[in-house]
């Protein structure tokens, strides 16, 4: 197990609003990526694979938690990133890849990065001990580690560490974390509904992606019931601004408010679910909100001691 669970629940009283810790995961590198890799390097080691090759933006949370544990787990681990906005957290994110001895490749776009996954096993007859992941680690097989949250939710709620959540507000971007957690809650004895902030486009296909991933998810786990699912996930997508990775005037003053609460946020996906979650607050749509923490909280300066000092020449075309 790579993960410490369950992760705590606090209230935040000023703000009306219960935080789900899952920064917390674990200590070395933690976040939401981590309950979808224990289902995912634990199928690809029943398959006996040698690799993780996965795909994902530049400063991918999702590569980055893959280069640390499948690292650990002994796995050799092989990424195609495409461009993102140069901040700061994305070139700390770049820099740490390759202290965990990741092997990156610079892709224009997701399509050029698939192409680029498929191209390398074939040269390279990848096939025999290769186990694809897909951006975000958002298959069926990841999703369960969010099916597993759900249920760890249901008994948190059981011995009174926070009432039943009304909503679970959660940051949605390759849409794994959100459809596991509608699916296992449709199978829960809670009537609690997931709202995804969507940080990713274009909106059509996240929409398509993540409802279809619903489906699924909620089928292998043996829900037999289609109605159960009505009104478990919804989405929103007035926080996602310009796109991907182009931060909003809303999460730059969410990530000051979470950080006076000791809250560490990024602009590219949790501070914008931080706004959402504090809209559904302050609109008075829910009486118990439940904000779910997705971002690590462990440092990154023990890995980015033996970090190259700044994004080789090679990866440097990813940040614009």
Request: proline share 4%; glycine share 10%.
């Amino acid at each position: 197990m790579i993960g410490a669970y369950p992760t705590p629940v606090e209230r935040i009283d000023e703000l009306g609003l219960w935080v789900k810790r899952d920064d917390l995961t674990n200590s070395v590198y933690g976040g939401n990526k981590v309950r979808k890799l224990e289902h995912l390097l634990a199928e690809a080691a029943r398959k006996k694979k040698k690799r993780i090759v996965t795909v994902g933006a530049a400063g991918s949370h999702h590569v980055l938690a893959t280069a640390i544990h499948g690292g650990r787990a002994g796995f050799a681990i092989e990424a195609a990133l495409v461009p993102q906005r140069r901040t700061e957290h994305v070139v700390q994110n770049l820099r740490a890849d390759l202290a965990a001895h990741a092997t990156l490749r610079a892709a224009r776009t997701y399509f050029g990065a698939a192409l680029s996954v498929v191209a390398q096993t074939v040269r390279h007859d990848w096939g025999r001990d290769a186990y694809l992941v897909p951006m975000g680690g958002s298959n069926v097989t990841g999703s369960l580690g969010y099916v597993d949250a759900a249920r760890e939710l249901e008994a948190q709620v059981a011995r009174g560490e926070l009432p039943e959540p009304d909503a679970i507000v959660v940051t949605l971007g390759s849409g794994g974390t959100a459809a596991g957690l509608a699916a296992g809650l449709a199978t829960s004895k809670l009537k609690t509904r997931v709202i995804g902030v969507v940080v990713a486009a274009p909106a059509w296909f996240v929409a398509f992606y993540t409802y279809r991933l619903l489906r699924r998810v909620y089928a292998r786990i043996g829900g037999r019931e289609p109605r159960a699912l009505r009104g478990r996930l919804e989405l929103v997508f007035d926080q996602l601004g310009a796109g991907y990775g182009e931060p909003t005037d809303a999460a730059r003053r969410a990530m000051e408010i979470a950080g006076a609460h000791d809250l560490r946020l990024d602009l590219t996906y949790t501070a914008k679910c931080f706004a959402g979650a504090l809209e559904c607050v302050h609109t008075a749509r829910f009486k118990n909100v439940l904000y779910w923490h997705t971002l690590s909280s462990a440092p990154l300066a023990p890995l980015l001691e033996s970090a190259p000092r700044d994004v080789p020449s090679a990866l440097a075309k990813l940040l614009r």
